[in-house]
């Protein structure tokens, strides 16, 4: 299983990105897929969750009402809508997935077994 993350850039603070996730390899539908960032200096932190199957979402408090995950059956991708950023939302976001995920671990990332390579999103002031 292979995952692809892209859609970072530089954005000024207000702004919106889109991330996009492409899953190959295996069955999209069975996976749980995670959003994860990591500013620098700083640990690796969830943000978003999603079970890909009946589309239910968990998000970290901090990006609540400003996030949306979301999928495309048919195109193997996740993705998430990033609206009113912040200079705090700067990181390299990651994506994950794993086929075996229950709800309760979906914001765990030890809970992952597949991680895509990073993609930097930086928001100015």
């Known amino acids: 299983v292979q995952l692809q993350a892209s859609g970072g850039g530089l954005v000024q603070a207000g702004g919106s990105l889109r991330l996009s996730c492409v899953v190959s390899?295996?069955?999209?539908?069975?996976?749980?897929l995670g959003w994860f960032r990591q500013a620098p200096g700083q640990e690796r932190d969830f943000v978003a969750g999603m079970k890909l199957s009946d589309g239910y979402g968990v998000y970290a408090e901090s990006v609540k009402g400003r996030f949306t995950i979301s999928r495309d059956h048919a195109k193997n991708t996740a993705y998430l809508q990033m609206n009113s950023l912040r200079p705090d939302d700067t990181a390299v976001y990651f994506c994950a997935a794993d086929p075996s995920m229950i709800t309760s671990n979906l914001a765990s990332q030890n809970a992952y077994r597949y991680w895509g390579q990073g993609t930097l999103v930086t928001v100015s002031s």
């Open positions: 390899g295996g069955t999209f539908r069975r996976y749980a």
